[in-house]
C-alpha cells in the first residue's frame, strides 16, 4: 500500500529555508492538499516527495521503502518512485501531437505497439479528449491540454499522483468542471493523489486533508472540516474561509470560575469555552475570531450597528456592519439588500468562536459568546 | 550527507558531469594559454638572440617588456598603434551604434516600407568577411599617390582621392562600423521588438509626446543593450586585423592586431605576446563590465515576447522617399562590392578600365609566364581547389564540434543556473570571445609547437586548425543554446524524467527537437566565420593546410590582386549562399548566436 512518509525534511536554498523540518504521513488513497500562500514551500516539498528536488535534510518512505535519506546517502531517482507528475503549466511535448505524448513513456517502457495503442484510447477516451489525438499542443485550449497532461501522466499507471496547482491556469467555470473531474479520477483510478494550491475553497472542496504551510512550516494537517472549526492558530484560521473570519482585539478577563469577559473600549461581551475552562491573565491581549456565518441579522439581536455595505451574490449576501468602528462581516443566505447607513440588529449565535492569545497566535479554546 | 554520497549523487546527474568536464577542458584551453603567453613576454626566443646579447634561447628576461613600454622606441612599437587602436575600435563602435540602432528603431518602431528585405539585406555585411568592404574600398577609392593603380572612382570621374579618405583610420573606422552595424541592429532590435509596449504605450496615455517617450522610456531602457553593444563591438573592433592591415598598411598606420602580426611573425615575437596579453587584459575587463551591466538588465526590461501591437510612427510623406534611400544605401553596400571583385577580377592590367583589357584569365586561363608566375585562373587552380576543400572542411568540423559542445554547454549552464560552476563554465565559454583572434591563435601556436602531455606537437596540422576554432567559436554556440534552454520550461525535461526517459533519449527526442532552429543557429555562426576567418587561422596554417582566405592574404600581399578579388567574391558567394540556405531550410538564424532574441 502505498503511503508516504516525511520525516524531518528540511530544504534549504543557499541560505534560506523554504521547508522547514517537515513531518508528514499520507495514507493510501488520500487525497492530500498542500495549501499555503505562494512561496510558502508547497511546489518544494512535492518535488522533493516525486524525487525532482533534492532535501538538504531527512527522510522519505514511499510504500515502506526508503527513496531519500540524507544520512544513509539514499537518494532514488523520480522514474524508479512510481509516481506520476502533473506540472502547473502542463508541460507538454510542443513537437509531438497528444497520441504521442502520451505514448512516449509507454514506448519508452518497451510495451508492445497493440498494448500502447489500446492504453492510449482508453485513457483519450476517459479524459474525453479522443477526437483531438492527432493534434499538437499548440493547437488545444487549456482545458484540453490539461486533459492531456492528465492522460499523459495516467499513461504508466502510478500508483501516486502529484498535482502542483494543475487549475490554476483555467477560467473559473473550466476550474470547476475540472475539480470535479479530478475527485472522480481520485476514485477511479484508485491511487493517492497529492494536490498543490493556494487556493483555499480548492482545497477545501477537494482534499481528504488538508496540510497547511506558511514559510515552509507546517501549521497544521487535518480534515478540511477541522482545520475550518478548529484551527490550531490565528494563520490558519484567517487563511482558510472566505468571507475571511471576523477579528476582534480584545482584553481578557477571567469571571464566574469558567467564563471570560472579553473587552474592547465600548463592546463588552462573555465568552463561554466549549470544554475545559481556560486561564487568562487579567488585561491578557486576545484575539477573538467569528465566522461571518456565525452572526446573523434578526429583528431581536443583542447588538445594533449600521449597515456599511451589502455585497449581494445570488446564492447568498455579504453584509458589512459598523460597530463602533469595527467592521463586522457577516454572511446572510439569499439575497437581501439594506441601504447604506440604515440600523440593524444582530447576534452572535454559535458556540464556535475561536479566542487566540494575541502574543503566540495560539488557538486558546472555542465556545459561546453572549 | 557525506562526501562520498554526496559526490555519488553529483556525478549522477548529466549536466554535473558536462559542467566538470568543460571546465576543465576549458581552462586548459583558455586561461593555461594566457600562463604561457606571459612566460613568453620574458623569454628570448630563437630569432631574438641577436638584440638580447650574450642570452641563449629560452633565457629569462625583460628585455621584451622594456623596449616595448620604455624605451626611445617605445612610441613607435606600442603607444601609437595603440592610441591607433583605440581611436578605431571607438569610432567603429560610434558608427555601428547609430546605424544598427538607427535601423533597428526603424524597423520596429515606424511604418517603414520594406522591411523585410531591409532586415535581410542589412545583414548581409556581417555575413560577409570583414576585408570584404575594405577590398571594396580600394577597388574604388585607392588612390596612385601611394602607388599603383587608381581605383574605379578615379578611373570613372577623373578625381583623385585624397590619402585620408582612401586610407588610414577614416576607411578602417567606416569599414568595421559598416561591418558591424548588423550586431548592434540584431542586439537593439532584439530589444525593441521584446520591450513591452505597455510601457511606450501608458506614457502615450499621460500626453507625452513621441521625442520624450523616445528619451524618457525607450533609450533607458535599451541603454543596458546599447551599452552591452558597444562592449562587443568595441573589442571585435580592437582585435580586428583584416580591415587594418589592407586599409592602413600602405600608410603606415598600425594597429595592434596588425604590429602583432609584423612582430610574431618576424624578429621579435616577445613584443606580438605583451601586445596579445595587453590585449587580452583589456578582453576580460570588458567582460567583467559587460557581466555587471547584463546582470542588471535583465531586472529593468520586461520580455514578455507577446510584444503587443505597439503603434507604428508614422512617417507621413517621408515614407517612400526614405524607404527608398534607405534601401538604396544598404543594396550598395552588400551588392557593389561584389560587382567591384567582379570587375577587378577580370581586367589585366589593373586601373585601365577599358573593354580591351578585360580578361578571363584570372578565372579560367591555363596561366602565362609574364603573369603571376603562371599561376593558373583560379577556377583551373589545383591549389585554390584545395584551399577551396580545406576551408569548408574546416567550417563543417568546427561548426559540427562548436556546435554539438554549445548545446551540452548551454543545456548544462541552464540546468545549473546560479550555481558557482556553471557561472565558472558560462565566462569560460564566453571568453574566447574577447581574446583577439590574431593573440588567440599566437597562444595555440605556442602551446601546441610541442608535446603536451599526452597530446603530441599540432603545428602544421589540420586538427590544430579545428581545434582553435571550435574553442573561439565556442562562444556563439554556447549563446544560443543558452537562449534556446533559457526559453524551455526546466518541466518539459521532468516530464520526461518522471516517466523513466534516459538523458541522452530526452535531449535528442525531447529537447533538441523542440528549440532546434536556435541549437542549429549555434551551428551556422560557427560556420559561416571559420568560413571567413583569416586572423585566427593566418599564423597557424602550413602550406598543407592552407584554407581560402589566408590564400587570398597572400595573393594580395604578393601584389595579385585580380586572384585576391576572384577568390573573394567565391569567398563571399559561398558564405552567403550557404547562410541563405541553412536560414530558409531550418529557420536557424545568426542572430541568435549573436545574442539577439
Ligand atoms: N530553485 C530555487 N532556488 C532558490 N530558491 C528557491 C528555488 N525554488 C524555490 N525557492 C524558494 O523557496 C521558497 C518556496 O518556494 P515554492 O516551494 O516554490 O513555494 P510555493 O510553491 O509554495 O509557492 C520560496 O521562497 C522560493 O523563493
Ligand atoms: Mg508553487
Redesign the interface.
Known sequence: MPEIILKNVTKKFGKSIAVDNLNLKIEDREFVTLLGPSGCGKTTTLRMIAGLETPTEGEIYIDGKCVFSSNEGIDISPDKRNVGFLFQNYALWPHMTVYKNISFGLENMKWEKDRIKERVIKLLEMLRISEYSNRYPSELSGGQQQRVAIARTLATGPKILFMDEPLSNLDAKLRMEMRTELKRLHTETDSTFVYVTHDQLEAMTLSSKICLLKEGLLQQFEPPLDIYHNPSNFFVADFVGSPTMNILEVKGENVNLDEVKLSNGKIQVLFIPKSSSITVQDGQKLLLGIRPEDISITENGENEGTIYSTLPSGMETVVKIELDGLILTCVVFGGVDFNIGEKVKFSFNSDKNILFDKKSERNIASGKLI | ??Y???L??FL?KPHNIILVSLAFILIYLTIIPIFTIIIDTVTVHQSELMRVKGSRVGDFTLYHWGKVLFSSASRKIFYEPFLNTMVVAFGTCFVAITLGGLVAWLVTRTNLMFKGIISTLFIFPYIMPSWTLAMAWLNFFKNSRVGGAPGLFTALTGIETANWFAYGPFPIIVVLGLHYAPFAYILIGGILRNMDANLEEAALILKAGRGRIMRKITIPIVLPAMLSTFLLVFSSAMSAFAVPAFLGTTVRYQVLTTQMYRTLNGLNPGYGYIMALIMIVIGVLILGINQKIVGTRKSFTTITGKSSNISLIKLRGFRGLFSGILLFMISLVCIVPLISFAVESFIIEPGNYSFSNFTTLFWVGAGSPDIANSEPGILRNATIFKGLWNSVRLSILVAFFAGSIGILAGYAIVKKKGSKLATLVNNLAFFPYLMPSMAFGAIFLSMFAVRRGFIPPLYGTFALLVLVGVVKYLPFASRASVGAMHQL?N??E??G??????WG?RMM??II??QKSSFLSGYLLPFISSMRELSLFILLVTPSTRILTTMLFQYDEKGWSQYANAINLLIVLFVVISNMIVTKVTGASIDKGIGGQ
Do not use: D, L, T
Open positions: 550527507m557525506n562520498r554520497n554526496r555519488r549523487s549522477k520550461s518541466e518539459i521532468e516530464a524524467i518522471i516517466q523513466g526517459i534516459g533519449k527526442r525531447i527537437p523542440i
